[in-house]
């Protein structure tokens, strides 16, 4: 990354050439590494495999005609798992699994959704011994069994890698998100679907928007209100009526607090950053502002996923807005600082040709 960050110095990112459309075709076809075949993260650093990353751009790949190289992927990825013996969120360029800096939640949780996603019941069975033991592994090291909650006082790798939040509202998700899969895969898990998703509304709802965590301060935060209806893990078992009027509060709520001004999605406003009042990385020190009041583009993806079922016109706008950014930059940035420009420190440059763009070409087909 440093490496990188020098070399393109001024933000000199590759250029594609043509339209939004054709520059992200040419994203997700560079993302694809024909040998290993499995999808990358990016095409500038983010080299390796991502759980997270590769689930966020799973729905739009499998709809733009990539279901092919999604399953060769998730077999790709279940293998590299299966030898290592345990799922971790990211699978380096030389093939080893790790996660960072601690565990994910959200690995289990995700792989989950894509192999639902993609209805491979033929490598769940396959992998069957491997799931169960990590759906064992999950039940322990995160699920608190007289809170139904995540453990107060262990740090997880998240969306906010950087961050330590007690109890994250996006930890919860995952647990919920494990339960549901759980139930649905046939794989033993000591807590039910049910109990886990009223538990999660009960805890961090507060009637407006979730709360980022068990702190409960009166902060929106991105994460915390687009995941819980991204993952769907509401879905039968809060009304749907509920939980679209919960979407809409939620989807004001960020706005409200300039979360997707100028585009989506900050993950906290800049006036919350210091009241936030959360630990960070060492890390962030050599990329200030990285997981705070920058605009990241996959969250801002997964909260037009949502908004535009819930608002269409306030998500045209957006998308149309980031179609402008392809064009302007000729290629898709991972995240801009807080004045929109493109994320550069000494140490630390955005990175480029994310596989999250295929989410922006599904969504605006969507919105045409």
Known sequence: MLARARRIGNGDFRRYQGSAEEICRQIIDD????????FRVSNGHFLGFYVRDFAHA???????GFKDRVNETLR??????ERHGQIEQSISREGKPFSFPAYSPDALGLLLYVLDLTNNRALVKRHRKLLQHEADRFARAVIDPKTLLPYLHKRFSAMRDHAWRPAACYDAVMAVLVAKYAERFGLEFPYKHKAMAEKLVETYWNGNYFFSDLNKRKIVTGDA???PFWTNVLEGVVPKQQIDSMTKKAMRAMHQAGLDDPWPLRYVSA?????????????????KGYQTDSIWMNIGLCM???QVQSDPPAAKR???RVGELITEHGTFLELYDKTGQPFKTFWYVSDEAMLWCA??????REVR
């Open 318 to 320: 957006h998308i149309e």
């Open 271 to 287: 006036k919350d950053v210091r009241r936030e009042g959360i630990r960070l990385n060492i890390a962030n020190l050599f990329a």
């Open 58 to 64: 799973g729905r739009a790949l499998v709809d733009l």
């Open 76 to 81: 790709w990825a279940l293998g590299v798992f």
């Open 304 to 306: 037009l996923d949502v």
């Open 31 to 38: 993302c694809w590494d024909a040998d290993k075949r499995y």
């Open 225 to 227: 209100n687009v995941f």
């Open 359 to 364: 989410q922006w070409l599904r969504l605006s």
